[in-house]
């Protein structure tokens, strides 16, 4: 075999090997890196932005439908309290007898025509509180003692005798009713007339 010489103006070539390209550039990861870097960081400031709306919508005080606004006191409706409130009775005052008596025992006073001291006196006040005229007299009244004793009256014998009067509505009087011994009065009672209605009074 004979070995040839390269012609002038031709590469020589190496026996058995063909020319190998030069090697090709490597790739960086530089870029990739950097990029997904930045997308990082716009997500994070996303959600940062996400969660900052969400909690400042919880704490705007906005409406929902669900929240409850505090109502005025003024504007409250009436509860069942209030409207049986309103459909209970009124209760009305109460009514005056038509006549009241009141008694006190006090110190007998003589007058000319008691026979010694052995006399016991009520001072009464009697009080019309009817629409019509009543009478007074020292006789419709008697004197009910501790005992259950009544006791009449004896006319004339204490100086502050209660007086034989007309009473208009309205008016009272006051004197006092006399019985004869010593006891300790327990209550009043006036007949309008004698014969008419009875009004007890405690003796204080």
Same mark, same amino acid.
Request: hydrophobic share 30%.
């Given at each position: =075999?004979?070995?040839?010489?390269?012609?002038?103006?031709?590469?020589?070539?190496?026996?058995?090997?063909?020319?190998?390209?030069?090697?090709?550039?490597?790739?960086?990861?530089?870029?990739?890196?950097?990029?997904?870097?930045?997308?990082?960081?716009?997500?994070?400031? /996303?959600?940062?932005?996400?969660?900052?709306?969400? !909690? =400042?919508?919880?704490?705007?005080? &906005?409406?929902?439908?669900?929240?409850?606004?505090?109502?005025?006191?003024?504007?409250?409706?009436?509860?069942?309290? @209030?409207?049986?409130?309103?459909?209970?009775?009124?209760?009305?005052?109460?009514?005056? !007898?038509?006549?009241? #008596?009141?008694?006190?025992? /006090?110190?007998?006073?003589?007058?000319?025509?008691?026979?010694? @001291?052995?006399?016991?006196? /009520?001072?009464?006040?009697?009080?019309?509180? &009817?629409?019509? @005229?009543?009478?007074?007299?020292?006789?419709?009244?008697?004197?009910?003692?501790?005992?259950?004793?009544?006791?009449? !009256?004896?006319?004339? /014998? %204490?100086?502050?005798?209660? @007086?034989? #009067?007309?009473?208009?509505?309205?008016?009272?009087?006051?004197?006092? #009713?006399?019985?004869?011994?010593?006891?300790?009065?327990?209550? #009043?009672?006036?007949?309008?007339?004698?014969?008419?209605?009875?009004?007890?009074? %405690?003796?204080?």
């Amino acid at each position: =075999m004979t070995y040839q010489q390269p012609q002038p103006g031709y590469p020589q070539q190496q026996p058995g090997w063909g020319q190998q390209p030069p090697p090709a550039p490597k790739k960086s990861n530089a870029g990739k890196i950097i990029g997904f870097g930045c997308l990082g960081i716009i997500g994070l400031f /996303v959600l940062i932005g996400i969660i900052g709306a969400v !909690a =400042m919508g919880g704490d705007d005080g &906005s409406d929902t439908g669900t929240s409850k606004q505090p109502t005025a006191a003024g504007d409250a409706k009436p509860g069942k309290a @209030d409207d049986a409130k309103a459909d209970a009775p009124k209760e009305e005052p109460a009514k005056k !007898a038509p006549v009241t #008596v009141t008694g006190k025992q /006090v110190d007998f006073k003589k007058s000319i025509l008691a026979q010694g @001291d052995n006399y016991t006196s /009520v001072q009464v006040t009697i009080t019309n509180n &009817s629409k019509n @005229d009543i009478d007074i007299n020292p006789l419709y009244v008697t004197i009910t003692d501790t005992d259950g004793s009544k006791h009449t !009256a004896e006319l004339g /014998v %204490d100086e502050d005798q209660l @007086d034989t #009067v007309t009473l208009a509505p309205g008016e009272n009087s006051t004197g006092t #009713v006399t019985g004869k011994g010593k006891f300790e009065a327990k209550y #009043v009672t006036y007949t309008d007339g004698l014969i008419g209605d009875s009004v007890r009074g %405690d003796v204080g």
